[in-house]
């Protein structure tokens, strides 16, 4: 274990995929330290995460808040709603562990401000190939509903699909998380 | 195993969860019959089924009287719509075993009543400590489709999976059913 | 292993299932030609694939064209959209595996034809006794989103789920595909 490692975590709405994304996160630093350490004093890691959330209304900035308190103080927070890849090439020489909650969200915000979506998604899964630090993917599941009856809707969530597809090939381990409980899958 | 023992059983709609729970209750009562009985003469189990289900129209009316013929005789239904926690403080010395099906119209008739649905759900948590019967409980997994585009349901959704979460973390035993077929995920 | 076997293939929207089912069908061919084959030249097992979807309009037509790319040349396709009980029948003699691409279209094709699908459903799982290929069948899990708000997606999604407990049971195999990547539950 150690160095680079791609670990996605997927589940629904308020699953609680966050939450054990961050606990693994910490758990994972902890066992870092653990090899490096022995008897010496452990050096502390430092963890990025990123957030995607955009604060248009009320209901989004009471969700951020809320996800906010819930992070312990030694994570730094970065809010990029849209240019990911290139935030993490930016910042992953100074982090050990980047937290990235979540992909799903990041794709709807690709779709409000009309970008390519299937571009930015392949330029996405190509720069994790280069990712060098430890990084946690959080996504949501959203293909298991009805049929929605608008092509947007229907868009939207046969990217994500497919999004999630190309990620979970690409990482190390994958999570389902429901009801707040994992099962590995991968 | 015997004696107090919680088991959440969650699933999508139609996923073959609710018969499942009641295979798993039936089973679970033979278990104990036999650890008690050996050559003696074995005591019937009591079982008590807890019902939600409000037949509000003529859909709903339906679905309750084929859930009703589905359970086997000695099950003694309790309908009860909204103070699910006081009625298992109620009955749970009379009988060895509880099932509440189901968790999520629970909620739903909470919110059609206007009650306080946080303080509600934190109530029916904290009695779950108490329980001293085995206590089977089924709930909806409605969290993996589409974001819905209105605000209850958006809120209805995440109390949901606020409240699975809470209860898995609580039981004992954890079961995710998808196509009536188990998997054990605690 | 060999002769009749029936998986089961259960997935979200863009959860990889096809593809996975249509991998699995191709590596249990080659099991298949490697304990028949030995040192002898195997023998070229036939497959047939059958596509339910309808190009209805061009968001279907696309779909269906990006999936008939996506498959092999040596996979022969049967575009049936309702009898799918009486294409197997026929054709079973014919072909060593059948991959027949999804269960909820065609319920879907049933409903739009206004036929009767409990009775067609009742037909399509007595037919899977007598079937003597090996039979790949993918559907949707549509049952884990909030409940739809009109009565036909509620029928529809209890359909869904009620199909696919059935043919779950029938089957010798199930795995539940989430961003592709199959957990086998059965």
Redesign the interface.
């Known amino acids: 274990m150690g160095g680079k490692l791609i670990t996605?975590i997927?589940?629904?709405?308020?699953?609680?995929k966050s939450s054990f994304a961050l606990n693994l996160a910490n758990n994972y630093t902890s066992a870092k330290e653990g090899v490096r350490g022995g008897d010496e004093i452990s050096p502390t890691p430092k963890k990025a995460y990123i957030a995607t959330a955009q604060a248009l209304d009320d209901?989004m900035k009471e969700r951020i808040e809320k996800h906010k308190k819930e992070r312990p103080s030694d994570w730094i927070t970065f809010e990029e709603p849209v240019n990911i890849a290139a935030l993490i090439k930016d910042i992953q020489d100074k982090y050990d562990i980047i937290l990235f909650d979540c992909l799903t969200l990041w794709l709807s915000n690709l779709m409000l401000n009309n970008l390519d979506m299937e571009k930015e998604i392949d330029l996405f899964c190509s720069s994790l190939f280069t990712v060098h630090c430890s990084l946690f993917i959080v996504?949501n599941?959203?293909?298991?509903?009805?049929?929605?009856d608008n092509?947007l809707?229907?868009r939207?969530?046969?990217?994500?699909?497919?999004l999630?597809?190309k990620?979970?090939?690409i990482a190390d381990e994958?999570y389902?998380v429901?009801?707040?409980?994992p099962?590995k899958?991968?």
Do not use: C, H
């Open positions: 996605f997927i589940g629904g709405a308020r699953s609680g209901e996504s599941e959203v293909g298991m509903g009805i049929v929605p092509e809707s229907r939207f969530r046969d990217l994500s699909g497919y999630n597809q990620v979970a090939e994958v389902l429901t009801a707040g409980i099962i899958i991968k």
